[in-house]
Nanobody, 122 residues
Framework: QVQLVESGGGSVQAGGSLRLSCAAS?????????MGWFRQAPGKERELVAFTDSDGSTTYVDSVKGRFTISRDNAKKILYLQMNSLKPGDTAMYYCAAGAFCGTVVAGTGVWGQGTLVTVSS
């Protein structure tokens, strides 16, 4: 049974940093999967923040480019999201997602974790 568990959320002031982690279990070939981070703020639609493919390529939504960095440790089966220069607008529940193909991740139809809450105060 595959499972994703996020951690690292919390409350920070604007301009601060957080690093989110997503531990994957049940994946035999974690390195072959596309992995991504989504977020959903109260009253807003879910938004794909970033994703990384098995070849290491990365894609970010414009609003986080230059501030967030997605990375993965395939040996430990962990996905990371380093978030710097946080803004109140980044406040949301953050979820990691996995899929055999990035199309699956982008469509939101892959495996999801339970989420970790990030709150940024001004």
């Amino acid at each position: 049974q595959v499972q994703l568990v996020e951690s690292g959320g919390g409350s920070v002031q604007a301009g601060g940093s957080l690093r989110l982690s997503c531990a994957a279990s049940g994946y035999t070939l974690f390195s072959t999967y596309c992995m991504g981070w989504f977020r959903q703020a109260p009253g807003k639609e879910r938004e794909l923040v970033a994703f990384t493919d098995s070849d290491g390529s990365t894609t970010y939504v414009d609003s986080v480019k230059g501030r967030f960095t997605i990375s993965r440790d395939n040996a430990k089966k962990i996905l990371y999201l380093q978030m710097n220069s946080l803004k109140p607008g980044d406040t949301a529940m953050y979820y990691c997602a996995a899929g055999a193909f990035c199309g699956t991740v982008v469509a939101g139809t892959g495996v999801w974790g339970q989420g970790t809450l990030v709150t940024v105060s001004s």
